[in-house]
């Protein structure tokens, strides 16, 4: 269950950046490829943030999906998992989106 | 709380115990004169554009200095519980023993059995017990190789807790990341966790002596993994009778600084 550390680090992130300032609304992008649930992390979210200037935070997830472009023939294709393979047979792809981990923006009192 | 794991950082253990000179003092005071009005608190976006885990890549990037300063290859060895990697080890360690120096990083969520095992052959050995954590991060190698002080050129083999989707997030600073599955686990696992075999510049397959009593499809594995991973390495050995340990070995020499 490695999003309660996910959940911790964008709190250590935010709190490193904002520092006491209260934090009203945090957005993350997380890919669909990444290895991390965003449903958990949104679970997650309020256990961690509590007694954190994040406290009360709503918590926006974007997830980008997956697009990949073969090695072999140049393609560009979508993908929902990492088993993918280009519709030439290749499996030597290059991600383009889908494992992004960032936090995007926050929003807090002015 | 530790730095990236939500556990708190005093369930993770390092043993043996280092002693640690630094006091932790925490006087700062915190005053909010703000007023409290009935209207809508005026916010402002900020955008910060930072990659979640930045703060464990960063000390990740200074570990990975600190063994490029002193010459020390450092591999992560990464599997599902059971499938050999502390055998494995142990193997390495007696037969390589006498042309490397080899010392050991142990992750477990409990006990020190491991670091014992290891002990046992001869070579330097520090566990580092995760607590509720289901990995390794950056930091927790950084403070177990403080203990473990490695001498230099020499390798360090980091076997990190057995999971097969956690570890494969977490940057320790290494040089080289090994997947261990045994064919006791079934040939879907590239399959089920792709992340992770993505994630490995080699894969071992281990217990290919018990290919003969067990329903393992070697092709769908080596299919599996390649899926996953195009062009990845893999091994298939046995760390009990040593079949195909040889490949392990070069492959290992092959990466000494």
């Known amino acids: 269950m490695h999003e309660m550390a996910i959940t911790q680090s964008v709190v250590q992130a935010v709190c490193d950046r904002m520092g006491d300032t209260p934090v009203r609304r945090v957005c993350l992008e997380i890919g669909t490829l990444s290895g991390v649930v965003a449903d958990s992390v949104q679970f997650c979210f309020e256990v961690i943030t509590a007694g954190t200037p994040l406290e009360g935070a709503s918590l926006e997830i974007i997830q980008p999906s997956g697009m990949a472009r073969c090695r072999d ?6 993908l929902d998992d990492l088993l993918v393979l280009c519709e ?9 989106a889908g494992e992004e981990l960032r936090i995007r923006e926050v929003e807090v009192l002015a | 709380m530790c730095a990236t794991c939500g556990c708190s950082g005093d369930t993770i253990l390092v043993y043996p115990e280092h002693e640690h000179g ?3 003092e925490h006087s700062h005071e915190h005053e909010h004169g703000h007023g409290h009005g009935h209207q809508e608190p005026q916010t402002r976006t900020v955008t910060l554009e930072q990659a979640v885990l930045a703060r464990n890549d960063a000390l990740a990037e200074r570990n990975r200095e600190w063994f490029a300063e002193h010459g020390i290859l450092a591999v992560n060895l990464m599997s599902s519980p059971g499938a050999g990697k502390t055998t494995l080890l142990e193997r390495t360690i007696r037969e390589l023993g006498v042309e490397l120096q080899v010392s050991v990083v142990e992750g477990d969520q409990e006990t020190v059995l491991d670091a014992d095992r290891i002990r046992a052959t001869g070579a330097p050995a520090v566990q580092i017990n995760t607590g509720s954590g289901c990995h390794l991060d950056a930091q927790m190698l950084a403070g177990g190789l403080q203990t473990l002080d490695p001498p230099d050129s020499s390798v360090v083999l980091i076997e990190n807790v057995g ?11 290494e040089q080289a990341r090994v997947v261990i599955t045994s064919v006791t686990e079934g040939a879907e696992k590239p399959r089920k966790y792709p992340q992770m075999f993505r994630a490995a510049d080699l894969v071992l397959l281990n ?3 018990l290919l003969p009593y067990v329903d393992f499809d070697v092709a769908a594995f080596l299919e599996g993994a390649r899926r996953a991973n195009p062009g990845v390495e893999v091994v298939q050995l046995s760390a009990t009778t040593g079949d195909g340990i040889g490949d392990w070995y070069g492959w290992l020499r092959a990466r000494l600084p």
């Open chain 2, 163 to 173: 999971n097969l989707v956690c570890p494969a997030l977490f940057d320790l600073g």
């Open chain 1, 73 to 78: 023939c140049g393609a560009e294709f979508a």
């Open chain 2, 22 to 24: 630094h006091a932790h």
């Open chain 1, 88 to 96: 030439c047979g290749s499996a030597n792809r290059e991600l383009l």
């Open chain 2, 207 to 209: 217990k290919i002596d």
